[in-house]
């Protein structure tokens, strides 16, 4: 038993560090490719063309959205087809409009605000304001779905603000709408983890939920693309690499990693550990991108996280307190 539970520590903090990683796939897609001060201390003066950052290879926001989603939908696809599980993709009409209205319009929404927060301000700094969605989704599920707020997450609340205010500050934003973007896609993630918990689509399977989630993204994204005259195709095969290898990192093995990390420890505990996914963002951010750290920002970066502590541990000692009085 305690090794199962080590293997499961183990599992969701590999997890944390495949989405840690995710962003800079998706920054590198965003400016065609990586920066020279990173690529010079892998090659030396022999770093190869294609891999240089570069206008003419970026793609746009809603390009590399659509792309990553699209990825993402043909993975959750062959997972489900590898256990022999695609007839449950069969769904009522009610839960197949939830999946998308609600899941696959918020989580397109999320992906795209995060892009766009990326190119404003430092990628780690994004990552820890977008980890104030658990304060986000308590409020909202105290205003809207009448759930209790305990003292626990009223306290952290506090933090949280404190938090956001110093990485917004201090998080490398080139202006306001760096930090907007990065909180707005707090607010529609909110959102997701709401109607995957509320909606018409809360009983069906996971791996069924995340191609109807995953799919409907890519559509919108495609949309939206061509609507704007954004619309771009990678212009190269590394491209096409580092989109299919954010989709293979996040949607297959994060994925699978968190899934068998929940299942070992509960939701509860994997949650909590998971917060190391803005600490792995950030330190890729400083390793690749050449971020900046200073203590103003780590202040900042500890009360985020530390209110999503709070807000998780509460949510994991109701669910105690239940499950005893049903025991009962």
């Known amino acids: 038993m305690k090794n199962k539970k080590l ?17 800079i ?8 490719g990586f920066p020279v001060e990173f690529l010079g201390k892998l ?5 190869p063309a294609y891999m240089l950052e570069s206008p003419e290879n970026a793609l746009s926001n809603s390009s590399v959205v659509a792309f990553s989603m699209g990825f993402g939908c043909i993975i959750s696809l062959i997972v489900l087809a590898s256990k022999r599980k695609l007839s449950a993709l069969k769904v009522k009409p009610r839960e197949l409009m939830s999946m998308s209205l609600y899941g696959g319009v918020a989580f397109f929404a999320t ?5 766009y927060a990326y190119q404003r301000m430092d990628k780690g700094s994004a ?19 009448s759930e209790k707020l305990t003292a626990r997450k009223l306290i952290a609340i506090v933090p949280a603000l404190a938090g956001v205010c110093l990485v ?19 607010l529609t993630y909110s959102v ?6 509320y909606s018409a689509y809360t009983n069906v399977d996971s791996s069924v939920s995340t191609v109807y989630v995953t799919g409907t993204a890519s559509l919108v994204s495609f949309i939206m693309a061509f609507i704007t005259g954004e619309f771009s195709l990678p212009a190269n095969w590394f491209i096409v690499a580092l989109l299919a290898m954010g989709g293979i990192t996040g949607y297959l093995v994060g994925l699978r990693l968190l899934l068998f990390g929940i299942r070992t420890l509960g939701s509860g505990t994997a949650s909590m550990l998971n917060t190391f996914e803005p600490v792995m963002a950030s330190v890729c951010g400083i390793v690749v991108l050449g971020e900046t750290f200073s203590l103003q920002k780590g202040i900042g970066y500890a009360l985020v996280l530390g209110a999503a502590l709070l807000v998780v541990s509460s949510t994991v000692s109701e669910g105690k307190k239940l499950r005893s009085i049903d025991s009962n």
């Open 7 to 23: 293997l499961g520590i183990i599992a969701v903090i590999l997890a944390s560090i495949c989405y840690g990683v995710m962003p």
């Open 25 to 32: 796939f998706s920054n590198a897609c965003l400016s065609g």
């Open 43 to 47: 090659f030396g003066e022999s770093i």
């Open 111 to 115: 992906c795209l605000l995060l892009t």
């Open 127 to 145: 990552i820890v304001l977008h980890f104030s969605y658990p304060a986000v989704s308590c409020i909202a599920a105290t205003l809207f779905f």
């Open 168 to 186: 917004s500050s201090f998080g490398g934003a080139s202006n306001v709408w760096g930090p907007v973007f990065a909180l707005l896609s707090a």
């Open 192 to 197: 997701y983890i709401l109607a995957g918990r």
